[in-house]
């Protein structure tokens, strides 16, 4: 088992482009989970599937928007950068019976 | 509205010594907690949780954490620290019910970060 993949693992962009983050979970959850986690804010909701099919805005939505397009994989997309969303990205996906979050090793992204 | 705090920005401790790192949260009913470690450059492993039950929970590494309803809080401790144990550590608290769907998502502190020295 890979457990949470995401990719890229690094990323830099430019004010107004976009792009989108992936993530891949390969044990059978149910709920995945997009944070953005910068220095002395600890980690912060963007966004979250319960399941497929559903998403539902966390704590810091605005900017991103996401898809999560099968079981497996949850995407988060920037559709216009700004310098603000400079941050590393972590992708995790729940196991429901243990109440457990397991999380990717990140993407760091840089806007300039 | 349920938050976390951990007090405590930075910490450093001489190897060998014991440590206790601090996590108070507000929540209106029992919740499930949770102790998470993230190394430089690294995602976030989980240390330990507390759900119901014997509230001194034991965790990988060594690691133990104690649930104090009467404090809310949930203090992480480990008995004799290793410098590999040189970390970022997140608290954080889930919710224990079904809020709209969002039962599993977790809120967490702003981290502490442990230095040792040799």
Redesign the interface.
């Known amino acids: 088992n890979a457990g ?1 993949t995401q990719t890229p693992k690094f990323q830099v962009l430019k004010t107004g482009q976009s792009m989108t983050l992936q993530c891949a979970q390969d044990m059978n959850h149910n ?1 995945m ?1 997009w944070y953005r986690q910068d220095p ?6 963007i966004y ?1 599937s ?1 399941s497929e099919g ?1 998403t ?1 805005k ?1 704590e810091v939505p605005n900017g991103y928007n996401v898809s999560r397009l099968n079981k497996r994989e949850f995407s988060l997309r920037l559709e216009s950068a700004a310098p603000s969303q400079t941050s590393v990205y ?1 992708c ?1 996906s ?1 196991r ?1 019976e ?9 993407t760091r992204l840089l806007v300039l | 509205a349920q938050s976390v705090t951990q007090p405590d ?1 930075h910490i450093t401790v001489s190897e060998g010594a014991s440590l206790e790192l601090r996590c108070n949260y507000s929540y209106g009913a029992t919740p ?1 907690l ?1 102790w ?1 470690v993230q190394s430089p450059g ?5 240390l330990l ?1 507390y ?1 119901s039950g014997d509230t001194l929970v034991q965790g990988i590494k060594g690691f133990e954490a104690e649930f104090k309803r009467s404090q809310s809080s949930f203090n992480l401790r480990k008995p004799s620290v290793h410098w590999s144990d040189a970390a970022e550590y ?1 608290c954080a608290v ?1 919710h224990s019910m079904n809020y709209g ?6 809120i ?4 502490t970060k442990l230095s040792v020295k040799p």
């Open positions: 949470v709920s989970y002395g804010m600890g980690l912060r909701l979250y319960a559903t539902d966390g972590f995790a729940r429901e243990q109440e457990t979050q397991y999380f990717g090793p990140g | 920005i499930y949770f998470y690294q995602g976030l492993q989980l949780k759900f997140f889930g769907g969002s039962q599993g998502n977790l967490f502190g702003k981290g």
